[in-house]
């Protein structure tokens, strides 16, 4: 695989597959440019040599309609004013609209396409429409990696039309980083695993197992566990038909001798809310009425244990229900346990990286990942397709 500063783009139109699926308020108006910043050092790189960048993204889920709810227009003033240079918005991705514009830029100029979903043949990787996207460009670059666990015609089959092809600098960090976290990584390897339901992690922990010297398991999908175990967990959320799954994976982890921390204690509540009453139990013996909403104190204590004596981590899910004042000292406590490791620790999944927003450290974390599902796929040991298809 290429990457972008492995290329001559000088007088080139480079098509960037971007990911610019920002949130919006009900009048159009972005309420989070996050993404859109980290397409810049590419972008930037792009016009410092003298590119042209086409910038092509998808926003929402129009199903291959022309929805203006998700039309792309209101980022590109959001993309100029980063950029610092003026940014027309074209009114398709293919077409005469597109193909007129592409061929009027200047060295340093950058265009943003309207929104990829508006064509079916997006999502369905159609051949035909990934050849109209090629034709564009001289070069085609990937940079979108929230969506590289998914085939689509602007990540994966277009790179069989476009001349030559390569990652981008936010594309190009993932792999990397996660290489360091998961390919050779410097030991004890420590990865927590949060989150809802055992049902969406289950390849991942079973993977991670083959992986980690620990896995520490907190949020809604540790009771799953804790009843695995016999444990009374009250009200608590529980995959009934994953309890057989949990008790597979911990009997795998004392066969592979990795040690799977459960919560000992937990915060518990009659119900999730802000002005909830609260109470610290044993996480095994929750009474009836009442369920679990963040691991208690003697939890927060061994997890961080844990974290400190890493020199690795990898961190998907949160430990408790933290948009919550009353569940958040987990989470919050082990972000500062994984900071004050100084550990390379990798972060990924959307839940989580707002969490660590919040305790206003994300500048003290080696890396957190711009993509949930795909980062699930790393994690579960798959290929990414439009990594591939760019080997």
């Given at each position: 695989?290429?990457?972008?500063?492995?290329?001559?783009?000088?007088?080139?139109?480079?098509?960037?597959?971007?990911?610019?699926?920002?949130?919006?308020?009900?009048?159009?108006?972005?309420?989070?440019?996050?993404?859109?910043?980290?397409?810049?050092?590419?972008?930037?790189?792009?016009?410092?040599?003298?590119?042209?960048?086409?910038?092509?993204?998808?926003?929402?889920?129009?199903?291959?309609?022309?929805?203006?709810?998700?039309?792309?227009?209101?980022?590109?003033?959001?993309?100029?004013?980063?950029?610092?240079?003026?940014?027309?918005?074209?009114?398709?991705?293919?077409?005469?609209?597109?193909?007129?514009?592409?061929?009027?830029?200047?060295?340093?100029?950058?265009?943003?396409?309207?929104?990829?979903?508006?064509?079916?043949?997006?999502?369905?990787?159609?051949?035909?429409?990934?050849?109209?996207?090629?034709?564009?460009?001289?070069?085609?670059?990937?940079?979108?990696?929230?969506?590289?666990?998914?085939?689509?015609?602007?990540?994966?089959?277009?790179?069989?039309?476009?001349?030559?092809?390569?990652?981008?600098?936010?594309?190009?960090?993932?792999?990397?980083?996660?290489?360091?976290?998961?390919?050779?990584?410097?030991?004890?390897?420590?990865?927590?695993?949060?989150?809802?339901?055992?049902?969406?992690?289950?390849?991942?922990?079973?993977?991670?197992?083959?992986?980690?010297?620990?896995?520490?398991?907190?949020?809604?999908?540790?009771?799953?566990?804790?009843?695995?175990?016999?444990?009374?967990?009250?009200?608590?959320?529980?995959?009934?038909?994953?309890?057989?799954?949990?008790?597979?994976?911990?009997?795998?982890?004392?066969?592979?001798?990795?040690?799977?921390?459960?919560?000992?204690?937990?915060?518990?509540?009659?119900?999730?809310?802000?002005?909830?009453?609260?109470?610290?139990?044993?996480?095994?013996?929750?009474?009836?009425?009442?369920?679990?909403?963040?691991i208690g104190p003697q939890s927060i204590a061994a997890f961080s244990d844990a974290v400190k004596s890493a020199q690795t981590i990898v961190w998907n899910g949160p430990l408790g229900m933290f948009e919550l004042a009353p569940f958040s000292a987990g989470t919050f406590k082990l972000v500062d346990a994984a900071?004050?490791?100084?550990?390379?620790?990798?972060?990924?999944?959307?839940?989580?990286?707002?969490?660590?927003?919040?305790?206003?450290?994300?500048?003290?974390?080696?890396?957190?990942?711009?993509?949930?599902?795909?980062?699930?796929?790393?994690?579960?040991?798959?290929?990414?397709?439009?990594?591939?298809?760019?080997?």
């Amino acid at each position: 695989m290429k990457y972008l500063d492995q290329l001559e783009v000088g007088g080139k139109k480079v098509f960037v597959r971007v990911d610019f699926n920002v949130p919006m308020d009900k009048s159009g108006k972005v309420t989070d440019d996050t993404r859109v910043r980290a397409s810049l050092p590419t972008l930037n790189y792009i016009l410092a040599h003298g590119g042209k960048a086409i910038v092509a993204s998808h926003l929402g889920r129009p199903k291959g309609k022309r929805v203006e709810e998700f039309s792309l227009k209101p980022v590109a003033p959001i993309l100029s004013a980063l950029l610092k240079k003026d940014v027309p918005f074209i009114d398709d991705c293919i077409g005469e609209k597109a193909r007129s514009a592409a061929a009027a830029m200047k060295d340093g100029d950058v265009i943003l396409l309207e929104n990829l979903r508006f064509h079916p043949g997006e999502d369905k990787n159609d051949e035909a429409f990934a050849k109209e996207l090629a034709a564009l460009c001289d070069v085609y670059v990937n940079d979108a990696f929230a969506v590289s666990h998914r085939a689509a015609a602007s990540n994966t089959a277009i790179t069989q039309f476009a001349p030559v092809c390569a990652a981008g600098f936010l594309l190009k960090n993932e792999i990397e980083y996660f290489n360091k976290a998961m390919g050779n990584p410097a030991r004890p390897l420590v990865a927590i695993s949060g989150g809802a339901k055992v049902s969406d992690k289950i390849a991942v922990l079973e993977n991670l197992i083959d992986k980690v010297d620990k896995l520490l398991i907190g949020g809604g999908m540790a009771f799953t566990f804790l009843k695995a175990q016999g444990g009374d967990i009250g009200k608590s959320l529980c995959e009934e038909d994953m309890l057989d799954l949990a008790k597979k994976i911990l009997d795998k982890a004392k066969a592979k001798n990795v040690s799977i921390l459960l919560p000992t204690d937990a915060v518990i509540a009659q119900a999730p809310a802000a002005d909830a009453e609260t109470q610290v139990v044993d996480a095994r013996k929750i009474p009836e009425d009442w369920m679990g909403l963040d691991i208690g104190p003697q939890s927060i204590a061994a997890f961080s244990d844990a974290v400190k004596s890493a020199q690795t981590i990898v961190w998907n899910g949160p430990l408790g229900m933290f948009e919550l004042a009353p569940f958040s000292a987990g989470t919050f406590k082990l972000v500062d346990a994984a900071v004050d490791s100084g550990a390379l620790t990798i972060v990924g999944g959307g839940d989580t990286d707002t969490a660590i927003h919040k305790t206003g450290k994300s500048d003290k974390i080696s890396y957190i990942s711009t993509g949930g599902g795909a980062f699930l796929e790393l994690l579960e040991g798959k290929t990414l397709p439009a990594v591939a298809a760019l080997g």
